[in-house]
């Protein structure tokens, strides 16, 4: 599309991909600038996918400093308390990143603005915009389980039926747009994780925590805004089980293999974005390592898939 | 072997280990890889730095591993794991078994051994966007064996040597049939010169065309070379009308009129490659100044190519000529069969292929990326924290999908109830149907001991008389007695194999042992059983009808069935013909996910009380409701 061929270096390393997604895509990957907010153990594999994919650049913002939980959940974070001490978790990924491809240039800003857009901007035209906030839905990840939002916006792209590409285009929602949908007209069985997780969130508002800042002390009060939430909704209560929020206040930790299958999602999602190749995630993905199912759910104001 | 999920355990063991202390003391790890590292793997094997290639995988990852948690043990072996010191006492120290393996053998042998150890096996595949995670308990869930595996696609001598219709025909020809007969063991017995109706070309005559006369100029031989596989073979098919009744008929290509006399220009070019010493460097592309791999060249090109590359084996890699065998990561010879291929398939009419395009089918690369990987490697730690805490109830299979299937991109299953015709696992008998007075023990030692069954080390009985054995302590009357038997047909061994008796064959180090049933049959079918030999006897249970479905290679369905992408050729031997004409590793993609296209149905668990069951029909998954979920 740009006529620019990939290297020798580049063809030779991406060899195994190129297979899967073709040279073009690669060259679009190559242009691709990401800026990733909140270095949670999820967002540290991420990174690490795209760098190896081989974006063209990767900026990291979270001033926080290593704390245990950290430790525990992301892998980029080196263990020496030596090494870590003094700095924080954005440049230390940004220091481990770096080292996994070094075709791809990795920084660090200091932002602290709570809602940081991704912009993955490709030569020409397309513009996609993948929207992984921090702190406004931190709920990535929680325990076991996690949830992964995407909004395309006006997303054009290309896919193979039978033996042709096909143009196809799809309209997203935002995130406000998306969980404004009454519950009350999603299908019956939608993942109940949706809706534990909005509960979560509108109790964390409400009391003015930072995302994953509740506890099993909280459950009560937890469970008194579900019914309340229920209720506004018309919405029966067992579509939000119990068990399940006491779950989600119980530990707020990431799992490190979910963070892992997060983070590859996340990934793939990213790299069919911005090159325009392949059907999108349309626009929640949940897992439960308890029942071991990855599922997508289309909950937008837009029409449909 | 992929390293995604060591690294995921050794983080999670951290972090959930700690909680879980009184059942697990020290954990211990050990990795096997017999590979070192390739450019190539750096995209996902993250482990690895571009400073490593050429190294050990093995002890590489354990380096990296230990950096990110120094407490843990791990031992690396750089050997392959069906090396006789990975033991059924090996095996049985571990409390899990964790797959990254890339081929079908080394799987099943694996299998075998955790059966024979009873050690739980978690089994794992990528083939680009597509995976999935088996888990393996003895005597409670199917063994890795339980679903036969696809066997990999074949084709017929006749359709390689004569009546190509695809790219991939051609690229076998270019690999195993020139190549090999250029620059391969000049011994091998090779199909490469087409039989004409006129049985009086003498052989002599035909092996003279390809062996470089003293002192004859390289160029003019490649040439001579190039008007006698693209040009007179061609005219010899030809001549045999009753082949082309039927087909379109191939135009046999001359040097002379695709290329003008390009010597000179082609010398000058050959200067500029003297300077380089290292025989890796060696391009035909690079001296013809191509640069891009992924171009579709014309037959000009490729011709151009072909001379140029044969040019720059005679004069800068002669001392290997007649040991070269093909190797993917050998540029001039991927750019030789690439053009080789791309010549012949302009001949019978098929489209032209890039290098990049042909690397992948001559050297049957699987294509991978990161993210899969990813996904597969968490699913395995999951399940494999399962196996270490007696989860029992919630082991799952889990099958990662590129279109998902009722909203599901990880479809978890439950395992299902060992296969009880299993040949592994239930020790089944088995029926061979052979022709025992013209098949000898050495096709059933290649075709169906160790080819079909999968056995390193076999060991074969007729009653209480020894057949075969392979081993390092036998003496050498021994090791004669069984060389002689090798080439005797079943009916005049010693001891007399005929139809109506049975043949025990035993793996010991992978202590697996197979009965099988002989049957004689006088005739076989030469395209549908060109063995000259059928097996049977283990198959799934029973299907349900019209929920059939054969995948085709060519895509993936619009449904969530996985596809595995066609890399794998083999060539079968025709009827008579003893020697095989290729051996291409069984690439099964890594991933085993067409196992789950055999018709049956899944039930795959909602957790949800108030929900009822999803069940996904034939389209979905292709399972029917016979196979029984296992009971713990």
């Known amino acids: 599309m740009d006529g620019e061929e990939l290297t020798e270096q580049e063809t030779a390393l991406y060899d195994r991909q190129i297979r899967v997604w073709g040279a073009d895509a690669q060259r679009r990957l190559s242009k691709a600038h990401i800026l990733v907010c909140g270095m949670k153990g999820t967002i540290a594999e991420f990174c690490k996918n795209i760098v190896l994919a081989g974006i063209g650049s990767l900026t990291l913002v979270d001033d926080r400093v290593v704390t245990e939980e950290a430790l525990s959940a992301n892998f980029l974070i080196p263990l020496d308390e030596n090494v870590y001490a003094g700095k924080t978790l954005a440049e230390l990924c940004c220091d481990s990143l770096k080292d996994f491809n070094p075709m791809v240039r990795v920084s660090v800003e200091k932002d602290c603005s709570s809602q940081v857009t991704y912009q993955a901007s490709v030569e020409n035209f397309i513009v996609s915009l993948m929207l992984l906030w921090y702190p406004a839905v931190p709920s990535l990840l929680r325990d076991s389980c996690g949830e992964i939002f995407v909004d395309l916006q006006l997303h054009t792209y290309s896919k193979k039926k039978l033996e042709e590409t096909i143009e196809c285009q799809l309209q997203y929602s935002s995130f406000e747009e998306a969980i404004s949908v009454p519950w009350k007209i999603l299908p019956r069985k939608v993942s109940k994780l949706y809706f534990a997780l909005r509960v979560i969130e509108r109790f964390e508002e409400a009391e003015g925590r930072n995302p994953g800042e509740v506890s099993i002390a909280d459950l009560p009060s937890v469970l008194k805004l579900k019914k309340e939430l229920c209720d506004e909704h018309s919405l029966n209560e067992s579509h939000i089980p119990d068990a399940l929020l006491e779950r989600l206040v119980s530990s707020t930790r990431e799992f490190p293999p979910v963070c892992a299958i997060l983070g590859g999602i996340l990934g793939q999602e990213v790299i069919k974005g911005i090159s325009g190749k392949g059907d999108p995630l349309k626009n929640f993905f949940f897992f439960d390592a308890m029942d071991g199912k990855g599922l997508i759910e289309d909950i937008s104001n837009s029409a449909g898939s | ?632």
């Not at chain 2, 080394?106 to 680009?128: F, K, M």
């Not at chain 2, 020809?173 to 000049?186: C, E, N, P, Q, T």
């Open chain 2, 1 to 632: 072997m992929e390293m995604n999920y060591l690294q995921s355990a050794m983080t999670c063991e951290r972090f959930h280990f700690s909680s879980a202390r009184d059942k697990v003391d020290l954990l211990s790890h050990l990795i096997i890889d017999m590979d070192t590292i390739e450019v190539s793997n750096l995209n996902r094997q993250f482990l690895f730095r571009q400073s490593h290639v050429g190294l050990s995988k093995a002890r590489v990852a354990r380096d990296a591993v230990l950096r990110f948690r120094p407490q843990i043990s791990i031992t690396p072996y750089h050997a392959n794991v069906k090396d006789s010191n990975f033991n059924v006492d090996f095996f049985k120290q571990f409390n899990v078994v964790l797959n990254g393996l890339d081929n079908l053998d080394a799987r099943r042998h694996v299998n075998r051994l955790c059966l024979a150890a009873d050690v739980p096996l978690v089994e794992s595949g990528t083939t680009g966007f597509l995976g999935q995670v088996t888990v393996h308990i003895k005597g409670k869930t199917e063994c890795y064996e339980c679903q036969p595996k696809p066997a990999p696609k074949t084709y017929p001598v006749c359709t390689i040597t004569s009546t190509p219709t695809k790219f991939v025909h051609c690229i076998v020809w270019a690999k195993d049939l020139l190549f090999a007969k250029l620059f391969g063991d000049k011994n091998q017995e090779n199909d490469l010169n087409v039989r004409s109706s006129d049985a009086s070309s003498s052989s002599n005559h035909v092996e003279d065309v390809f062996e470089r006369r003293n002192d004859e100029d390289i160029e003019q031989y490649g040439r001579r070379v190039y008007d006698h596989v693209f040009g007179y073979n061609i005219e010899v098919a030809l001549s045999n009308e009753e082949t082309w009744k039927n087909r379109n008929r191939p135009k046999p290509i001359y040097s002379r009129d695709v290329l003008d006399n390009e010597l000179t220009r082609q010398n000058g070019n050959m200067d500029k490659n003297c300077s380089t010493n290292c025989p890796s460097s060696v391009s035909a592309m690079a001296a013809l100044g191509m640069k891009n791999p992924q171009d579709i060249w014309g037959l000009m090109e490729n011709s151009r190519i072909f001379l140029e590359a044969l040019k720059l084996f005679f004069s800068k890699r002669e001392e290997e000529i007649g040991n070269l065998t093909f190797d993917k990561d050998d540029q001039l010879a991927v750019e030789f069969v690439t053009a080789a291929a791309n010549i012949r398939a302009a001949s019978f009419g098929i489209p032209l292929h890039s290098l990049f395009e042909a690397k992948g089918i001559a050297g049957n690369i699987v294509h991978a990326v990161a993210t899969t990987n990813a996904v597969i490697a968490g699913l395995i730690v999951i399940e494999a924290i399962k196996v270490l805490q007696n989860d029992t109830k919630n082991y799952r299979m889990t099958y990662c999908v590129e279109h998902p299937a009722r909203k599901m991109l990880l479809m978890p299953v439950e395992p299902f109830e060992p296969n009880k015709s299993c040949y592994v696992c239930s020790e089944t008998p088995l029926l061979l149907e052979i022709n025992t007075h013209r098949a000898k023990l050495r096709d059933f030692v290649d075709k169906i001991v160790k080819a079909t069954l999968g056995m390193n080390l076999p060991l074969i009985m007729h009653g209480s008389a020894l057949l075969y054995e392979v081993g390092d302590d036998l003496d050498e009357a021994m090791v004669a007695n069984y060389a002689a038997n090798l080439e005797k047909v079943l009916s005049e061994l010693p001891s007399p194999v005929t139809g109506g008796t049975m043949l025990t064959v035993e793996d010991l180090q992978q202590e697996f042992s197979c009965n099988i049933n002989i049957k004689h049959r006088e005739e076989f079918d030469e395209e549908k059983e060109p063995d000259g030999m059928v097996l049977s006897g283990w198959a799934p249970p029973p299907t349900v009808e019209g929920a059939n479905k054969t995948i085709d290679n060519a895509g993936s369905t619009s449904e969530a069935l996985p596809v595995e992408a066609e890399k794998s050729e083999e060539i079968e031997t025709a009827p008579g013909k003893k020697r095989k004409l290729i051996e291409v590793s069984k690439n099964d993609g890594t991933s085993n996910a067409e196992e789950i296209k055999k018709n049956e149905k899944l039930q795959v668990l909602d957790d949800d009380d108030d929900d009822d069951l999803v069940i996904l029909d034939g389209g979905d998954l292709g399972f029917s409701p016979s196979k029984k979920k296992c009971q713990w």
